[in-house]
């Protein structure tokens, strides 16, 4: 018996379990403190966590696959049987041992040529270009990374982390899918800009329609959009219902950073900053709260640290601190 094996096959039976846990949307804040507490215990714990996310996340991509769907049916109802004769704490053991088992199954079928998944990403800083099989474009922007997985009847992607802007060519038979973490963006022949950061998702359209679609309280999936150019959603990826609905976006802005610009329109200094943030690892640092709230407006090429610290000390009296590492922003002398 090989330790080291057990030892990771035990680890990931019990990040399984933690998310199995978590994305029963019943977590306790006690439970969430013991899961932080989990993940900082060992840098095992927290790969093997980010793991189970990325495959139970990557289901989106096989949907329809036979293999992955044939044996499902049977693992949901043993799941249902055995967690209704269990205890609370001893259905979550269940619970988890099953999601092992699901993510091990998507993992094999993943694994499969057939099936494989490109990935494209950029670091921070970087923007990259990408010329798919169909004829579509793929812009990424600073720290993404996406997904490619063309089907048969679809055509699917997955925005882990980042932004990109997706010029799809049309093919009526195949549907353009974007996943974003419980909510997918479809189109067929379209231009549009998809932004995840942190929990956040922005969609802005600037050719044809787009469908943003999500699960409801009950599982079903569900229109949450329907957008023509010129108009975008915001929502939480954890909870898709949290949105803003159909508005007006400035296409403007949401295509500023295809010419390595950042676009600013009456934008709270804190969210500016940390905007710009996205494309440097020499942070921008608000100190205090003088200037928090304060607006900001303009036009900035990425990357020039020293015409935004112009603007701040113009426009505001900040006191700009620059080391090689960071820049200080500092509230103005009384």
Not at 5 to 20: G, H, M, N, T, Y
Request: some cysteine.
């Amino acid at each position: 018996m090989n330790p080291k094996r057990e030892l990771d096959k035990s680890i990931r039976a019990q990040a399984a379990d933690w998310l199995a846990r978590q994305q029963s949307g019943a977590m306790s804040a006690a439970e969430s403190d013991a899961l932080e507490q989990w993940l900082q215990a060992n840098p095992l714990h927290r790969q093997a966590f980010a793991q189970c996310q990325q495959l139970a996340l990557m289901t989106d991509f096989l949907k329809e696959d036979p293999e992955l769907n044939a044996g499902l049916p049977e693992i949901r109802k043993a799941v249902r049987r055995r967690a209704q004769s269990l205890r609370a704490p001893y259905q979550w053991r269940w619970l988890g041992a099953i999601a092992a088992t699901i993510l091990v199954l998507v993992a094999g079928v993943i694994a499969r040529d057939n099936y494989a998944i490109d990935y494209y990403q950029t670091e921070i800083g970087g923007q990259r270009v990408v010329h798919l099989e169909d004829g579509s474009t793929l812009m990424l922007n600073t720290n993404t990374r996406v997904g490619v997985r063309y089907q048969r009847k679809q055509r699917s992607l997955f925005l882990e982390r980042g932004e990109a802007f997706f010029m799809v060519a049309k093919n009526p038979e195949r549907p353009f899918v974007v996943a974003v973490r419980g909510s997918e963006v479809r189109a067929l022949g379209t231009a549009f800009n998809v932004a995840l950061q942190a929990d956040r998702v922005q969609v802005g359209v600037t050719q044809g329609i787009v469908e943003v679609r999500a699960e409801d309280a009950t599982g079903e999936t569900q229109q949450l959009a329907k957008m023509l150019p010129g108009e975008g959603v915001r929502y939480t990826a954890t909870n898709p219902r949290d949105s803003s609905g159909v508005v007006p976006v400035n296409l403007d802005q949401v295509t500023a950073w295809q010419t390595h610009r950042i676009y600013f329109d009456n934008e709270r200094l804190e969210d500016a900053i940390a905007e710009y943030n996205r494309y440097t690892t020499r942070k921008m640092v608000l100190v205090g709260d003088a200037l928090t709230n304060q607006r900001i407006s303009g036009v900035f090429n990425i990357g020039d640290a020293d015409g935004l610290a112009f603007a701040l000390e113009q426009g505001f009296g900040a006191r700009i601190n620059k080391t090689d590492q960071r820049i200080l922003v500092l509230e103005p002398r009384q």
